[in-house]
Every structure is written in structure tokens, then in C-alpha cells.
């Protein structure tokens, strides 16, 4: 459940770009793919969703750039620090909108419910939690529900 009380407000590392979310949708995940470790310089991206009526740039939305992968998906960023904000799938309606966690400035109640594309994590980094885990998408397989020992 998304903090109903109050609106939860994030922005780049800067401060340029600011964005306001009325609700977060339940559906969270932990990205273990090669490119959201690589945009976001971690073992995992950690990214929540809105609906599109639900997110709402405050500041700074101009100061946006987009890196469109090969297969088809977008990151945005804030050009003058870098940080990691949006991503966009392939087949995006614009519906939704997908935002890196960390951003956030304001604290939720809503808390990731999966790990996704595991197959392709880290080397270095073992899941320790009892969240299930996704070989691929949320449409694959799930390859474990329990911590490692």
C-alpha cells in the first residue's frame, strides 16, 4: 500500500529535476539485467511504478536525457549529475510510469515484491532474501523463493 496520506516527492542527485508520486502501485521489483546494473552502478536497480495520472514532474523535466537501448527500452536521466530516473519498456503504453526507488526523498510503506531477470545478476552479489525470483521477466519461471545459506 502507497503512503495515501500524503505525496511522496523524489529528485536527481542535483536537484534539477523533481517529480511528485500521489501513489505507488504494490508491484516493485529488484532488476538483476546487465543494463539496469550498468545505469544505475549496482548490483540491482530497485524500481517502482505510477500510474501515469499518479506521477507528475515538478521541476526540471526539460533537463531530461534518454538513452535508447538495442532492444528497444529507454533510461531517462538528469543531464547535469546523471542520476538514473525512468525506465521505459519496449512496448510501453504510457499508462505507467517506471521510477528508480532510490530517488525518492519521501519514505513508503510499499516494499519490492520480486527479483527480476536473476539469471542475468551480478557475480558478486548473492540474493539473500525470501522474495521471489525470476529467472527473466515476471512471465517466466520462478527459480527460487528461499534466502541462500
Not at 536537484?15 to 538483476?32: A, D, N, P, Q, T
Not at 519521501?106 to 531477470?117: E, G, N, Q, R, S
Request: contains cysteine.
Amino acid at each position: 500500500m502507497a503512503n495515501p496520506t500524503h505525496t511522496l516527492e523524489g529528485q536527481c542527485l542535483c536537484g534539477l529535476i523533481k517529480y511528485e508520486v500521489s501513489k505507488i502501485e504494490e508491484r516493485m521489483g529488484h532488476c538483476h539485467c546487465s543494463m539496469c546494473r550498468k545505469f544505475h552502478g549496482a548490483a540491482f536497480a530497485t524500481l517502482g511504478e505510477a500510474k501515469a495520472e499518479n506521477f507528475r514532474w515538478v521541476t526540471g523535466e526539460n533537463y531530461l536525457k534518454s538513452f535508447v537501448a538495442p532492444n528497444g527500452t529507454t533510461r531517462k536521466f538528469c543531464e547535469q549529475c546523471g542520476s538514473s530516473l525512468i525506465f521505459v519498456a519496449a512496448n510501453d503504453t504510457g499508462e505507467s510510469v517506471e521510477f528508480s526507488l532510490g530517488t525518492l526523498d519521501t519514505d513508503t510503506l510499499v516494499k519490492p515484491d520480486a527479483h527480476i531477470y536473476t539469471s542475468f545478476g551480478a557475480s558478486w552479489y548473492e540474493i539473500r532474501d525470501d522474495l521471489p525470483k525470476y529467472a527473466s521477466g515476471r512471465d517466466s519461471e520462478v527459480t527460487d523463493t528461499k534466502p541462500s545459506d
